[in-house]
């Protein structure tokens, strides 16, 4: 199957800080999506992004579909952005295949 | 509601119990997921339905565990005999379309067998 991998792992930044997280996907999909999982564990949906560019206040994402990755920046970064962030992507049979995640930690 | 809802959000059970764990998506999603998340770890699918149709059941972990949605609205993940390494958090996720675009999940059962 699919595999999706995302960098870092973790990351800790300085409040105002900006940040660019990374998903490379192993074959071509259908769809992208990016999703923030808070303290108590609620994905939210950041981007349904199968491939181009879209902003969304202090964060934007892009998909290359070509090269098979995508990423998402993050600028002026608050505490309440802390949690895990993961792309997620679809390539066959609706399901979504998951990235293990990139932690951040926003410090005041 | 205005999003995926699950019911309960916390359950505790003791190895060899049956639990069943409840999703009600978004009202008019057509298609619904079930996926598992493991601490530590991204959500792994489990089993998609189409409406009332169960289109596939390819991620079940093991014939413990049951999936249905009757009249192609609310779904139930039913888990029989209960073994601990079935503890995790079980996430529902729905869809407006067919083909599961853009897919809003629930906030989760996280499920403790002892």
């Known amino acids: 199957g699919i595999q999706v991998e995302q960098s870092p792992p973790d990351l800790i930044l300085q409040e105002g800080a900006n940040s660019t997280l990374r998903c490379n996907f192993s074959d071509s999909v259908n769809n992208l999506q990016w999703f923030h999982q808070n303290p108590w564990g609620q994905l939210i949906n950041l981007f349904y992004i199968p491939s181009g560019t879209k902003q969304n206040g202090r964060l934007s994402a892009t998909t290359v579909a070509t090269e098979r990755y995508s990423l998402l920046y993050i600028s002026s970064s608050q505490t309440t952005d802390s949690g895990v962030y993961f792309c997620a992507v679809e390539a066959s049979g609706s399901r979504l295949t998951f990235g293990e995640g990139t932690q951040l930690t926003v410090n005041p | 509601g205005a999003g995926v809802s699950q019911s309960p959000r916390y359950k505790v059970a003791k190895r060899g119990q049956d639990v069943a764990l409840r999703c009600d998506p978004i009202?008019?999603?057509?298609?619904l997921f079930w996926y598992q998340q493991a601490l530590g770890q991204g959500p792994e699918f489990l089993t998609y339905?189409?409406?009332?149709?169960?289109?596939?059941k390819s991620g079940l972990p093991s014939d413990r565990f049951f999936a249905e949605r009757p009249e192609g609205s609310v779904s139930t993940l039913k888990i029989q005999r209960t073994q601990q390494e079935d503890s995790a958090v079980y996430l529902c996720?729905?869809?407006?379309?067919?083909?599961?675009?853009?897919?809003?999940f629930g906030p989760g059962t996280r499920l403790t067998v002892t």
């Open positions: 009202s008019g999603h057509v298609s």
């Open positions: 339905f189409q409406n009332e149709a169960q289109l596939d």
């Open positions: 996720a729905s869809s407006l379309d067919v083909w599961g675009v853009e897919q809003y």
